[in-house]
């Protein structure tokens, strides 16, 4: 874990390594960042100066923009660390100095960035990740080295052994062979938009756009294209509108998640070096390249959501301590694999555990009880808000067609359910434990048996009239926890004591 130790009260005894500075070419890229976190206080006081302020306005954001690059210069001047044969230690501070120190041994991944900026002026950003969840307590940011010190640190602590005295960041790591086992093609972008991810871009651009237009005080009914889009939608019947809305919102969606696909993943690499660890390396504008170590390793996910499955394409996850999870796309570094043809997902992923028969094995189903909760819980859903829209048309005047749409869910919702059903299954092969659930998004687990700690079974008042229970295997990696949803009481109990025997022996009743 990162500890944070006050140097006055707890000084560094360990002298003989040095310690070391960021690179002074961070002095042209700091100011810049906090200029950037600092803009919309710029926006209103220069929209303040336009609305009247005068001469004062402008003092008033020359103020903030001199705060913004005096910040700037003092994280260069106030950083400084070192890295020990046990530790690697980061100084911060002016008037209060903080010593963060991250134990060696307790280093799950360590990432380095580049985006424009760092990259015009040959520098990288290295993240040193302890492998908690709290974003803000993860480890420790090296936030303007260059690019070949940064590639240095980033052997010196996960390539090479540790052992005896760390080598000077100019000295070369020791060599090490290298196995490509996935590389981009050009013709993987065709899955970018079935990826969605510019759903998000749509989010992010709202969000700023609208945060601007309150602090500028725009109307945007007076802007001349916006004007003519809102007064041509008005001329148009109501459904027609929305499907016109609908339409441009799907095609912004493509072309954005596209640009971002080929952004996140372009140059993509995936390898193996001989020290026992897999290497990522991709992105356009900011590269990224991220290291897992192979024995914390603890499986794979191959998820299909549910457009990328409908064009037979898959990504694949890795299953590690240390890596967090739940950060969309990226996942945190545990990205092995982009949207891909899925026949290459289950190449990867197999040749990632060494295993290609837990990608491939045929799957135990959890019968027609399971089954019958999927649709059971569809049809309810879609019931309700049936009931719902129907109580809007006869007591407030809403439209029939509002109620007809709701109606619509029924068959969807149907759907739904029968791919949901389709999906459940798990197995057990030669030290792995395989589970698949879902729709929008369906996942296949590879668990190993030797990384399952602990089992809980669960099981609602629903499920007990069935006879089924949620089995959920508890590891130290990833989510922390893999489920086998609804499988029959009995099934989940041979499970459990079949993938780790004696484990769950001593929670049963004679």
Do not use: C
């Not at 660390?81 to 230690?89: G, N, Y």
């Not at 043809?341 to 992923?349: F, I, T």
Request: glycine letters at 10%; charged letters at 20%; hydrophobic letters at 45%.
């Amino acid at each position: 874990m990162t500890t944070a130790i006050d140097s006055a009260a707890s000084p560094v005894t360990d002298t003989e390594q040095r310690w070391r500075r960021l690179s002074p070419r961070m002095l042209a890229v700091h100011p810049v960042m906090e200029l950037r976190r600092l803009i919309f206080p710029l926006i209103a006081v220069l929209v303040g100066l336009r609305n009247g302020a005068g001469g004062e306005g402008g003092w008033w954001a020359l103020g903030i923009g001199g705060i913004g690059i005096v910040i700037g210069f003092l994280r260069y001047f106030t950083t400084s660390f070192r890295i020990t044969p046990d530790s690697v230690q980061v100084r911060r501070g002016m008037l209060r100095r903080r010593t963060l120190t991250v134990p060696r041994d307790r280093i799950r991944t360590v990432d380095v960035t580049s985006h424009v900026l760092h990259r015009i002026f040959g520098l990288a950003r290295v993240t040193v990740g302890t492998g908690k969840t709290d974003k803000k307590n993860d480890g420790v940011k090296l936030d303007g080295l260059s690019a070949a010190a940064a590639e240095n640190l980033h052997r010196e602590l996960l390539h090479r052994p540790i052992s005896g005295a760390v080598s000077a960041p100019s000295q070369p790591a020791e060599a090490s062979s290298e196995t490509l086992l996935a590389a981009m093609r050009p013709a993987w972008i065709r899955y970018g938009p079935f990826t969605l991810s510019g759903l998000l871009t749509i989010g992010v651009l709202f969000g700023i756009g609208s945060r601007l237009v309150n602090e500028g005080h725009v109307d945007l009914t007076k802007i001349g294209v916006v004007h003519d889009s809102i007064e041509y939608l008005r001329d148009r019947p109501l459904p027609v509108a929305i499907l016109l809305v609908t339409a441009a919102v799907v095609v912004f969606t493509a072309i954005a998640s596209t640009v971002g696909y080929v952004l996140a993943f372009w140059n993509f690499r995936l390898s193996r070096h001989s020290s026992g660890t897999l290497h990522v390396r991709r992105g356009l504008l900011t590269t990224r390249n991220t290291t897992i170590e192979e024995r914390r390793l603890r499986g794979v996910e191959l998820s299909e959501p549910l457009l990328l499955r409908a064009v037979r394409g898959a990504r694949v996850l890795a299953v590690a301590t240390g890596l967090r999870v739940g950060r969309g796309a990226e996942r945190g570094g545990s990205i092995l694999l982009p949207p891909a043809p899925r026949a290459v997902a289950v190449d990867v992923a197999g040749t990632v555990i060494g295993d290609a028969d837990p990608l491939t094995v045929p799957l135990t189903r959890h019968g027609p009880r399971a089954r019958l909760r999927r649709f059971t819980r569809a049809g309810t859903g879609s019931t309700i808000l049936m009931l719902i829209a129907l109580a809007f048309v006869l007591f407030a005047g809403a439209p029939w067609w509002a109620f007809w749409t709701t109606a619509a869910l029924l068959p969807l919702g149907a759907l739904l359910a029968w791919d949901r059903a389709g999906s459940l299954g798990h197995a057990l092969t030669a030290g792995w434990l395989v589970s698949r659930h879902g729709s929008l998004v369906r996942r296949r687990y590879i668990l190993r048996t030797d990384a399952v700690i602990g089992w809980n079974l669960t099981t609602s008042v629903f499920q007990r009239r069935a006879g089924l229970t949620t089995l959920v295997a508890t590891t130290a990696g990833g989510r922390q926890g893999y489920s086998i949803l609804d499988v029959p009481d009995a099934e989940a109990i041979r499970v459990a004591r079949t993938a780790v025997p004696n484990l769950l022996e001593q929670f049963l009743a004679d």
